[in-house]
């Protein structure tokens, strides 16, 4: 009996101590799901407006976040770390284990359920909907849903910023992803070859910036701001014969 009592006194000091790293590391506390099965392929597209997730950098290691996370897309591109909470649920995580996923897409709400049961997304809920091999990466599948802690974290990129050009004259409608350092993107400006000054674009949707202007026939150059004010510059992006529909790799990278 004096071991077992022993033996809870160990555990109990051992979740006190976690609760207090995990306070002092700046960890929130949410619940994640999974889906897009097991390989992902339902997660392709979504409402950052990232194409194939793959091609544009951000591979299975991504969530649908609820609303109040969403932010209505000013979090695209951005990383969160996630752990399981296993002092709540042992049985559901893998020991040991943690995720850097990047928000690519919007989990809605659900108001015809609870949110403690199917309403997962439902505001002021924060909600993390991840791909199914994200997901498996720190709970077992069985479990469906599981409270989770996460923070906001620096994103780590392979290659350079991506601009994808689409629209239509005195329209364009610039995606801009792999995107590193804190990886969602608070402002964008746009500049041609035969423009004097930098030009605001506005988020139309997601990743997706726009402008008004009269574009074609000049090369194009970017400047972005992350949300942690972080600005970076890249010049001659597009050729001066780009196309709607076409993407460019920068020399940039934060």
């Not at 099965?37 to 979504?46: R, V, Y």
């Amino acid at each position: 009996m004096e071991k077992l009592v022993f033996s809870g006194l160990i555990l109990l000091v051992v979740l006190f101590t976690i609760e207090l790293r995990v306070a002092s590391a700046g960890w929130l506390k949410a619940h994640a799901t999974f889906y897009g099965g097991s390989d992902a392929s339902g997660t392709m597209g979504g409402a950052c407006g990232y194409g194939n997730l793959n091609t544009d950098g951000y591979g299975i290691k991504t969530a649908a976040l609820s609303t109040a996370l969403f932010n209505d897309g000013k979090s695209c591109g951005g990383c969160y770390q996630i752990v399981c909470d296993a002092s709540q649920v042992p049985q559901w995580c893998l020991s040991g284990t943690s995720i850097t996923i990047t928000a690519t897409n919007f989990c809605p709400p659900n108001f015809a359920l609870p949110s403690d049961n199917g309403g997962w997304c439902n505001p002021p809920r924060p909600h993390f909907d991840m791909s199914q091999p994200a997901f498996e990466m720190i709970a077992k599948y069985k479990a469906g849903i599981v409270p989770i802690l996460y923070r906001k974290v620096g994103c780590k990129r392979s290659g350079a910023i991506r601009f994808t050009i689409n629209g239509k004259d005195f329209f364009e409608l610039v995606l801009i992803s792999n995107v590193g350092g804190a990886g969602d993107i608070s402002l964008v400006w746009i500049k041609g070859s035969k423009m004097s000054n930098w030009e605001s674009m506005s988020r139309n949707w997601g990743a997706n910036w726009q402008s008004l202007s009269y574009l074609n026939g000049q090369s194009l150059s970017f400047r972005i701001q992350l949300s942690n004010g972080k600005t970076l510059t890249a010049f001659d992006v597009a050729p001066s014969n780009w196309r709607f529909g076409q993407s460019f790799i920068s020399k940039v990278q934060s």
